[in-house]
């Protein structure tokens, strides 16, 4: 595994000071309220020998079991955290897994894979609770689309608008969430389509857990 970074401006100053010692308990805390991971990661079904991104990677988790699911898949993460990349670095070196996932610093609203790993694209793209931190995020939602190779998909699952569940519900978890610098994207399922509609991608939406997440796969429309 080969760490590379690049310059990634303020967001990686902010993000680190967030992580800087919740990374430590991320995975064991997270895994309550962060649901639908282990559900995308089966959706995946890349063929043998596809590329695998992870945007906004953290601690590496889904990437560790997205290689383990996949065996003949080479994956690949990026983060704006330092911080949580060095985490990362050793969780997947504990895994054994460091000729299989490839890491990198870098800004999700300049995502260059040439740049980056070597690559012009990639066969899946996962963004998993990321696009809730990050500001400019139907822009990241447009450019991973566009750095998918012919016939790949961009696989989607984040805070959902919590229709189903009781008010009182939401407003704790709006509250807990934003002292992490957590925004649910309300607005996500329109977006997304609109974003696949405009790049001719089809676009599949479903809001599991009676709202609480967005689950969403684009996938391109031409084959290679």
């Known amino acids: 595994m ?3 970074e690049t310059p990634a401006g303020p967001a990686a100053g902010l993000m680190d000071r967030i992580y800087r010692h919740q990374r430590h308990i991320y995975d064991a805390s997270r895994k309550f309220y962060l649901l639908g991971r282990d559900q995308l990661i089966d959706g995946l079904q890349p063929p043998a020998g596809a590329t695998v991104l992870e945007i906004g990677c953290g601690t590496g988790r889904n990437l560790i079991r997205i290689a383990r699911h996949y065996p003949d898949c080479a994956c690949y993460g990026l983060d704006v955290s330092s911080a949580m990349l060095a985490t990362a670095k050793i969780s997947v070196a504990k895994a054994g897994l460091d000729d299989r996932i490839r890491l990198a610093q870098a800004d999700a609203t300049a995502l260059d894979p040439q740049v980056l790993f070597g690559l012009a694209g990639f066969d899946r793209i996962v963004i998993s609770y990321a696009l809730s931190m990050i500001p400019p995020w139907q822009g990241v939602v447009a450019e991973a689309l566009r750095r998918l190779d012919a016939g790949g998909s961009l696989h989607i699952v984040d805070f959902g608008d ?3 569940l ?9 509250r807990w969430l934003a002292l992490f610098h957590v925004t649910p994207r309300e607005n996500l399922p329109q977006a997304v389509r609109a974003i696949a509609e405009a790049a001719g991608a089809d676009c599949r939406l ?5 709202g609480y997440a967005v689950h969403a796969v684009v996938t391109h429309c031409w084959a290679a």
């Open 206 to 210: 479903d809001a599991p857990y009676r």
């Open 162 to 164: 919590q229709a189903g």
């Open 166 to 174: 009781p008010g009182p519900f939401k407003a704790v978890l709006l």
């Open 2 to 4: 080969s760490a590379t």
